[in-house]
């Protein structure tokens, strides 16, 4: 029972082998690389984007607030010229001094806004120009991953052939959990059909209950409950 599903996982193993040689290849490296780029890049412009038009309203209700403190001083200085009584012209005066103060720290803050604006669209060009960039890798980087994927399509396409040939031979449960083990997130990697070291499982050594190594003997093979692989005895 398990001589068969050895097999048919020495087979499979070729064609997880080619498909690996693509998957974690230069080019595919390069091109996970070119997308994070281009996603960091796009994330940061909408961000800087966004911060510009927050700052530019900013401006703009500054700039309504500075023009309304401008005529009320203009208003107080004209009242403060016609009128006659010292105690009002000194209020008005008074008015005048900290609306100029006001209107002064407004500019001031526009001064550092508009700063602000002009470094977050210097910043945001850079970003566009990666953008541009990493656009360009990625087309190039996608064609070369795609003549790879059409090749290794090819190769798998006999492995796959004999793979079919084999099912037959196995138990269909076994088959079925060893490709449920094979999807598992736990037994993914490697070989999913393990032999029993001593009492421990051969790929994450948990140790095996003894009632668990009698029913290796009496079935053929068990589930590690630590690692879900399938565990069988020489």
């Known amino acids: ?28 490296r390069e091109l996970d690389e ?6 960091n890049a796009k994330n940061a412009s909408l961000a ?6 927050q700052l530019v309203s900013t401006v703009e209700t500054l700039k309504k607030e500075n023009a309304t403190a401008v005529k009320s001083m203009e208003a107080l200085v004209k009242g403060a010229n016609n009128a006659t009584d010292e105690e009002k012209i000194n209020e008005q005066i008074s008015e005048v001094s900290k609306l ?3 209107v002064a720290g407004m500019e001031t803050q ?4 508009i700063r602000k604006i002009n470094d977050k669209n210097a910043k945001f060009e850079i970003e566009v120009a990666n953008l541009k960039k990493s656009q360009g890798a990625i087309k190039t980087l996608q064609e070369q991953y795609a003549k790879q994927k ?7 396409k006999p492995i796959d052939a004999a793979l079919k040939k084999l099912e037959p031979s196995v138990d269909a449960k076994l088959l079925e959990k060893y490709k449920k083990a094979r ?16 009492n421990n499982c051969g790929a994450c050594h948990f140790e095996i209950p003894l009632s668990m ?9 068990i589930s590690c409950e630590e690692c879900g692989k399938i565990i069988y005895k020489a």
């Open 213 to 221: 190594i009698h029913k290796i003997t009496t079935d053929g093979y």
């Open 34 to 39: 070119a997308m994070r780029i281009f996603e």
């Open 100 to 102: 100029f103060n006001k």
């Open 48 to 53: 800087l984007d966004e911060e510009s038009k």
């Open 150 to 156: 059409e090749k290794t399509d090819e190769m798998i």
């Open 110 to 113: 526009l001064g550092d806004i």
């Open 1 to 28: 029972m398990i001589k068969a599903l050895l097999d048919y996982q020495e087979k499979e193993k070729e064609k997880l082998n080619i498909i690996a040689t693509v998957e974690g290849g230069k080019v595919k």
């Open 183 to 198: 999807l598992s997130s736990r037994a993914r990697a490697g070989d999913v059909v393990i032999r029993l070291v001593g």
